[in-house]
C-alpha cells in the first residue's frame, strides 16, 4: 500500500470512532484509572478503540496494531498502527471541548480528527500536512519573547513536581503557554499555527505519533526530550530556530 493509501485507510478508522465518542460526549464516567488515580479510562475510549481496530483489521488485516486502551495485535506486514481512541480524555470526561481521535501507520500517514469542531488533521510521508484538505505550514517566525507555547503535565506527582520548574523558567521568558489537555491536538494546532510551539514530558507514542508527523510535514522540527532525573523522555516541536532556545529554558 502507498502513503496515501495508508491515509486513507487511517481517516477512515478514526471517523469511525466520532460518531459513539460525540453521542457519549458530556454524560460519560470514568471507569477505571491507569497510571495514577488522575489517569483516567472510560467505557467511550475502550468502545472507539475497538471501532478503529475493526476498520484495521479489515483493511489491513497483516499490519501491528498498538492502542492505548486494548493489546497490542502483533503483524507480518512491517506496519505498526498506532491509535489513540480519546487524546485528552481527562477533558472528554469532565466535558471540555478539547480531545481527538488519532491513529497513525507509524512514520507513513497519521490523522488526527477532531469530531466537535469537525477538523481533520492529516498528513501522510510524502504528501503536505493538512486540515480540512487545506494545506498546513505551521507559525510564522516569531521570537521567544512573542512566542505562544503548549505543554502539558503528567499524571505522576514525581513527575508533575519536576516539571515545574520548567515551566516556571519558561512563562516569564514567552509570550504565555496553553495546556490543552491533548498532545495530539497540540501538535495539529501547532501545525496549523495556533501555537509557536509545544513541548511534554512523559508523552506516549499514541498521544504523539500521527500529530508528529503531520508537524513535520507542516515544515516543523519535532526533537525528542531525553528522561533526566524524574522527568521521562518526551519531545518539543516548533520552527527549528526556537527549539533550541527553548531546551535551554526548560532543561
Ligand atoms: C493525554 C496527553 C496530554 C497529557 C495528558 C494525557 P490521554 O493523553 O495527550 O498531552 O498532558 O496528561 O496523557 O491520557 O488523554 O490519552
Redesign the pocket.
Known sequence: MQPGELLEVATQAARAAAPLLLERFGSERAIATKSSDT?LVSEADMLAEAAIRAVLAQRVPDDAIVG?EGKDVPGTSGRRWIV?P?????DYVYGHPQWCISVACEGLAGVVFDPLRDELFTAHSEGPATLNERELHGPPPRELAHALIAT????ERSVREAQVAGVAALIPQVRDIRRA????L?LCWLAAGRVDAYY?HG??IW?TAAGQLICERAGLDVVRLDASGPLPSGLIAARAELIGQLRAIIG
Open positions: 489517569d492505548e489513540d480519546i487524546d485528552g480524555t481527562v502539558g503535565f503528567g499524571y489537555g491533548s498532545a495530539a497540540d511534554e508523552v506516549k498521544d
